[in-house]
């Protein structure tokens, strides 16, 4: 029905930026939410962001402030910006999308942030 492919991790140093990119089969505007989490090193998969079709975004208070999630219809892409990494935000993460009730998931993409 849709596949995601997350893509734009990487390594970088404490304080710097990435854009992650999750790239849809089709139209995003009927993929409703679309939501990022993350998976570190020996901890369970938690929560960063959601984006809903009518443009509403939410965020987990560890990431607020830093993180925005955005989407572009036209290229059926949703993006996650990280500004001022830390250490702590290094994880495998994923894009997640909801359609025709089911959950979807990407293959993930690695962060790495280091100090």
């Known amino acids: 029905q849709v596949q995601l492919v997350e893509s734009g991790g990487g390594l970088v140093q404490a304080g710097g930026s990435l854009r992650l990119s999750c790239a849809a089969s089709?139209?995003?505007?009927?993929?409703?939410?679309v939501c990022w989490y993350r998976q570190a090193p020996g901890k369970q998969r938690e929560w960063v962001a959601i984006?809903?079709?009518?443009?509403?975004?939410n965020y987990a208070d560890s990431v607020k402030g830093r993180f925005t999630i955005s989407r572009d219809n036209a290229k059926n892409t949703v993006y996650l910006q990280m500004n001022s990494l830390k250490p702590e935000d290094t994880a495998v993460y994923y894009c997640?999308?909801?359609?025709?009730?089911?959950?979807?998931w990407g293959q993930g993409t690695q962060v790495t942030v280091s100090s």
């Open positions: 997640n999308g909801i359609l025709l009730g089911r959950s979807y």
């Open positions: 984006i809903t079709s009518s443009g509403g975004t």
């Open positions: 089709r139209s995003i505007v009927s993929i409703n939410p």
